[in-house]
């Protein structure tokens, strides 16, 4: 995989009001897609959202109810979308959950799962999914598609981690672990829980863009047979470019296990793209939703985009940006604290190697690094007043609004199948 990054916008696109996006996912408060939704709205685009559906207490997956539909700002294709077969039952009617359900923490390596029942339990909930798809694109082209209309579709799904407690207790220590409670990535990816979690990431984060790309064909081609565009974007993950020591540099967080069914997802969109879909991964920055609260200490890099806005955008706008967030901290500390500290943890030999490229990504964590890194993330969080007002909630705002705004353009027809939004595009385009 070659790096290349959008540096400007190419301002050819054409989508005009009356287009849609649609996104193929559920649209959550301070979630990614939002930007995306803004900038479908500036041009006067009608927004479609899809859902995950929701889960009753005996497991039955149903659409939203009357009461959670009235929540949702946008129209929603009402058909559960969620991916992935962790509690799928096999043949033999047990679920790879309820294979692990009895573990106590002492025996998690000692999972044993039965891999023949699993993988025909996969079967099954891809065939759901596929299902799912193919009448959510029915009723997208029968109620909202006509001959004039461009469509774009954003994927946004992400996630799968198996809905069981051991391994939720195990991925606690993995990602939010540090002294005592270290948990080591590379040994839980290699267990049995490790390679559940590889192949349910897989199918919710990677294949799930296969299938939409496949199953909308025949809608692609009805769009294009009238002269329109069918464009896909999905969001990916694999570093982000920030200012460190006044230079645009490369780096990225640890341990992301789901980055290898990211890269599934960008082999995806390049096969795509390869054969003139108009499909990209967008490997967007760090920032702080629903689903990335787990990866504890992924928001660090998200503060160093004040000092690209500096950088990219002058005095004015970081003194601004500075104001707010200074706003949200004891009066005992300012954002030239937090910067200091930021300047000195990324240049520590504890974190140097997640700058480099060349290592190969994704890559595990080690205690040293979990040490530090958990360190900084709460020593940071507690400078503020309230710890349900973060400065990361203005800055990741910042970060979908400007991804929204540059995958908008550059999806119309995208120069490669994979490309990176780092945190100087996001300066520039706030
Ligand atoms: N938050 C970050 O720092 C960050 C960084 C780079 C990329 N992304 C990507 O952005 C996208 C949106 O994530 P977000 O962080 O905005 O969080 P979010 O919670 O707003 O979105 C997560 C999406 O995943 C879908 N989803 C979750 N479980 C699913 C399942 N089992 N089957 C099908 N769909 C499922 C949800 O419906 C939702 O659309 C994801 O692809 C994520 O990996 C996030």
Known sequence: MSFNAIRELRNNNEYKAGDLLVIFGELFNRGYA???????????????????????????????????????????????????????PGPAGKSAVDMISGLKMSQWQEAQIDWNEVEAAQKTAIERFRKQTTAFLT???????????????????????????????????????????????????????????????????????????????????YIESHGNRATYTAYGYHG???LIDDKFTWQSYAPYLQGWAKVRLEEIANEAHSKNINACVFNVPEILTNSSSIFLGVEVPLYKLMQAIQKIKGDDAFNAIKEKCNSLL??????????????SYFVNSNITHLLDWEKGWPQHNDADQMLFMRTLSSEIIDMHKDKKELMTAELSELCYNSCGIAMLDESWSPRNGTTWVGHDLVARLM
């Open 139 to 221: 009723e997208l082209k029968d109620k909202y598609i006509n001959e004039n209309t461009n469509v774009l579709f954003a994927h946004t799904m992400a996630g799968g981690f198996p809905r069981s407690k051991i391994i939720m207790t195990v991925a606690n220590r993995v990602f939010k672990g540090s002294g005592k409670r270290y948990g080591s990535s590379e040994e839980f990816w290699n267990s049995e829980l490790g390679k559940l979690c590889n192949k349910n990431f897989n199918e919710v984060s990677g294949e799930t863009l296969s299938h939409l790309i496949e199953l909308s064909a025949d809608t692609r081609k």
């Open 34 to 88: 939002n930007g995306l939704v803004n900038a479908a709205k500036a041009k006067g685009m009608k927004v479609i959202t899809g859902t995950v559906g929701r889960r009753d207490s005996d497991g039955t997956l149903r659409p939203l109810n009357s009461d959670e539909l009235a929540e949702k700002t946008e129209d929603v294709i009402n058909i559960p979308l969620e991916a992935g077969f962790d509690i799928e």
């Open 240 to 242: 982000t470019e920030i």
């Open 330 to 343: 004891k009066e005992e500390f300012t954002i030239e604290d937090v910067l200091a500290k930021l300047d």
